[in-house]
């Protein structure tokens, strides 16, 4: 791969994705291309390059979905699904019981783990959530990935890694060497192909989003941006998750740590907020 053609690549998935790609990453551009070309029997990578220079739609979305890491698993990293059961569901339905619903927004859903691990919390809580209707909505940027999360259906290696075997009993169901998930557990899901560079205001308010192990694939400015316009769509009472190496503070100035849980944020006006000194507004004269 030359130069030329690594500069392309990297241009063409910033610009769509957000994810920069530095020079050392020309290993992971080859390795992730690699099967591109040869699914689509071309002779070379610079060969990919030059459909991407003449604007080839297939070709497009087949080099984004290599270039997007799409690792998940059921229940990952385990505490945020602890927080959401423990922490932010207690919350959620004292301050929504009147109004009847909450809206949960997983971005970056990838083959769909993650919408499917809130929804197994939210059928083991019925009884407390009695009369309180959830939607989930589940989005990624690939296509691809968006179509297998709606299917459900996952390899043993897939439901083996993080999922309590009692979810595995009482939530699949076996298909041939696969297993699939309780369609139940999908229609409270709304799965929605979306690049999160694009506006997405009419997705209207959440009341908590995930967005874990995304912002650190961006740029400074991307993830400012990104943060910013989640805000915009947590409701007053919303919270933020990010990934465990993820943060807000010194990109967002309206979105705080939460006072005692780890890598979960609400926006700073949130009783739950802890705000540093140095970061609190200034006061008028």
């Not at 989930?136 to 075997?165: C, H, M, W």
């Not at 209207?204 to 941006?225: H, M, P």
Request: aromatic fraction near 8%; hydrophobic fraction near 40%.
């Amino acid at each position: 791969m030359t130069d030329a053609d690594l500069a392309l690549f990297q241009s063409f998935i910033l610009q769509r994705t957000g994810i920069v790609l530095t020079p050392e990453k020309r290993y992971l551009v080859e390795t992730r291309l690699d099967p591109v070309m040869r699914k689509m029997q071309l002779p070379s990578l610079a060969a990919i390059a030059v459909k991407l220079r003449a604007g080839d739609r297939v070709v497009e979305t087949a080099v984004i979905d290599a270039m997007t890491t799409n690792e998940t698993l059921f229940f990952r990293d385990k505490q945020p699904f602890d927080q959401f059961r423990n922490v932010i569901l207690p919350k959620l339905i004292a301050a929504k019981r009147s109004a009847g619903r909450i809206r949960i927004w997983c971005a970056a859903c990838s083959t769909g783990q993650e919408p499917y691990s809130l929804s197994m919390i939210l059928d083991d809580m019925r009884t407390q959530m009695a009369g309180i209707e959830v939607e989930i909505l589940a989005t990624d940027i690939s296509e691809k990935v968006i179509e297998a999360a709606k299917n459900g259906v996952y390899t043993q290696f897939e439901v083996q890694r993080g999922l309590p075997i009692q979810y595995l009993i009482k939530y699949f169901s076996q298909q041939e060497t696969r297993r699939k998930i309780n369609p139940l557990m999908g229609d409270r899901i709304q799965f929605k192909q979306l690049n999160l560079l694009q506006p997405f205001r009419a997705l209207g308010s959440f009341d908590v989003i995930f967005c874990r192990n995304v912002l650190i694939y961006f740029g400074e400015g991307t993830k400012k941006d990104v943060l910013a316009r989640m805000h915009d769509q947590l409701t007053p009472e919303g919270f933020l998750l990010l990934g465990g190496a993820e943060t807000v503070l010194g990109l967002s100035t309206d979105l705080a740590p939460h006072r005692s849980e780890r890598s979960l944020y609400v926006r700073r006006t949130s009783v739950d907020a802890h705000v540093l000194p140095s970061l609190r507004p200034r006061q008028s004269a």
